[in-house]
Structure formats: C-alpha cells, structure tokens
C-alpha cells in the first residue's frame, strides 16, 4: 500500500506503507475483531492490570489501539505476553486452522523462492514468520515491492479463511 500526501493543492511522490492494517479497508474492522477480542478476553481473564475499584482496566482501546495499564512491571510484561501468546497460536499454532496455513505458508514461500531461496529460510531461522504474515515489515523483503505486495495479499487472504473457518466452528 502506498499513500501521498495533498497540502495546499500540491501532492507528494508515494510513500510505502510498511505495516499496520489500512484505515477504512475492507478486512480492516474484521481482522480488528478477529485479533482483539479474542485478547482482550485473554487479559481480562487473566486478572492482571490495573482496577478502578472493583472493575478491570489492564488494556483500555480506542479505534485500533491498545493501551496497557497495571500497577507493576510483571503484570504489563505479563499482559504484553499474552497479546503476542494468543496472536501467535491463532496465526501459526492453532491445529484447527492448520490446513489453511499450511496452504498459504507454502505460497508464501513459493512466492520469496521466485526471487531469492535464502530469504524464507532466514525469516523462518529468526522466528519472523508472525511479523512477516501480519505485516510484511520484514527488512529482508522491502527490496521486493512485487514480492512484498504478493505476500500480502496472501497474508490478508489466509487471515481471512481462518478467521472465517474459526467463525464458523464457534457458531
């Protein structure tokens, strides 16, 4: 995704994006849903962060964002692991999901292998593949920008069928 920026009738050259979800997009209140009740309810359950008096607020929101509140630095680290604990299982471990992924893994990799075989395994050897699915930031594709935009779209696209199948399963 790129964007310009317009001011006073004059517009920049384009600017990449790099990460996040797109403001407005189709997925982008789907994919919000998907990832942040579910852990959200995770936090709450867990009984860390901050109360005022007898209500819990360890991770007020507002839009997209998430901010965390606690009282000690172990219950934020602890919040903080649970973010990245439930994301992680949802994209990379859930064994309900596991066809998807391995569906859309696989032309991941296909789709780096086009122009450097080296590249996929080094994300994979770093642990990256998470940061690589939900936003592409890895240092080593943004040389790629038709590489980069595959990847994706992938992305997107696997994201969608396994929060579908999920949805499905749950109702």
Not at 21 to 41: E, F, H, M, P, R
Not at 44 to 70: E, M, N
Request: aromatic share 6%.
């Amino acid at each position: 995704m790129s964007i310009k920026v317009k001011w006073e009738g004059q517009c920049t050259e384009d600017v990449m994006v790099l990460q996040g979800i797109q403001q407005g997009a189709k997925l982008s209140t789907t994919l919000y849903k998907c990832y942040n009740n579910v852990i959200l309810d995770s936090i709450l359950k867990s009984g860390l962060g901050a109360r005022i008096g007898d209500i819990q607020v360890p991770a007020p929101t507002c839009a997209d964002d998430i901010a965390v509140l606690a009282n000690s630095t172990a219950d934020a680290q602890g919040i903080l692991d649970i973010e990245n604990e439930d994301l992680e299982h949802f994209i990379l471990r859930c064994k309900e999901l596991e066809q998807i992924r391995s569906k859309y893994c696989s032309k991941i990799e296909q789709t780096m292998n086009e122009n450097d075989t080296s590249t996929y395994k080094k994300i994979i050897q770093q642990g990256n593949l998470l940061q690589l699915i939900m936003d592409c930031t890895s240092k080593d594709i943004n040389c790629y920008s038709t590489v980069y935009e595959n990847i994706e779209t992938l992305a997107r696209n696997m994201c969608y069928e396994m929060h579908m199948l999920r949805t499905k399963r749950i109702t």
